[in-house]
T-cell receptor, first 109, second 114 residues
Framework: QKEVEQDPGPLSVPEGAIVSLNCTYS??????FMWYRQYSRKGPELLMY????GNKEDGRFTAQVDKSSKYISLFIRDSQPSDSATYLC?????????FGSGTKLNVKP | DAGVIQSPRHEVTEMGQEVTLRCKPI?????LFWYRQTMMRGLELLIY????????DSGMPEDRFSAKMPNASFSTLKIQPSEPRDSAVYFC????????????FGPGTRLTVT
């Protein structure tokens, strides 16, 4: 079983829609959770991180962790065409990072 | 800072040839990671270094792969001999220090082995 599982999509939404991206993870000991954004032919860039359970908000982005169900979510409000990218969830444990396979998002103007 | 620098950006080689990928991490970062990304397998950790010392190479697929970090500002990933299934994008990333969840990726090297 992989440490992190993610639906690869693709996900296509109209501009202004609310986007929900999700991952599940296998090890209940994981404490640090991250979302990376990767534009085409670029390296991933850290978008948000959360520690343990709860929500974290940054502008139009909200990261949520539900440790009881081992579920990680990223919500994007008022989605923009510039949000079109692949989003990867990740967990951090003892200096190693485990990534989901990524969900490709397309926001149509 | 210029960020993580990788070279070359693209590499096309024939099966059996030796390939060397290069990485310069962000100055002051203690950790360096090598990843491989494919459509089928996503982003996979190959090896990581702490203060130039290899810590975990369990992700290196075969003995054909080797990585070195001779100093704090330079690392190489070598494939010898290369095979078509090695075709992928190889990323280098660096991280500030122990317990840091922040990781900064380079632009990647797109390797094609024919």
């Amino acid at each position: 079983q992989k440490e992190v599982e993610q639906d690869p999509g693709p996900l296509s939404v109209p501009e202004g829609a609310i986007v929900s991206l999700n991952c599940t993870y296998s090890n209940s000991a994981f404490q640090y959770f991250m979302w990376y954004r990767q534009y085409s032919r670029k390296g991933p860039e850290l978008l948000m991180y959360t520690y343990s359970s709860g929500n974290k908000e940054d502008g139009r982005f909200t990261a949520q962790v539900d440790k009881s169900s081992k579920y990680i979510s990223l919500f994007i409000r008022d989605s923009q065409p510039s949000d079109s990218a692949t989003y990867l969830c990740a967990v951090y444990n003892f200096n190693k990072f485990y990534f989901g396979s990524g969900t490709k998002l397309n926001v149509k103007p | 800072d210029a960020g993580v620098i990788q070279s070359p950006r693209h590499e096309v080689t024939e099966m059996g040839q030796e390939v060397t990928l290069r990485c310069k991490p962000i100055s002051g970062h203690d950790y360096l990671f090598w990843y491989r990304q494919t459509m089928m397998r996503g982003l996979e950790l190959l090896i990581y270094f702490n203060n130039n010392v290899p810590i975990d190479d369990s992700g290196m697929p075969e003995d054909r792969f080797s990585a070195k970090m001779p100093n704090a500002s330079f690392s190489t990933l070598k494939i010898q001999p290369s095979e078509p299934r090695d075709s992928a994008v190889y990323f280098c990333a660096s991280s500030p220090g122990t317990g840091s969840y922040e990781q900064y990726f380079g632009p990647g090297t797109r390797l094609t082995v024919t």
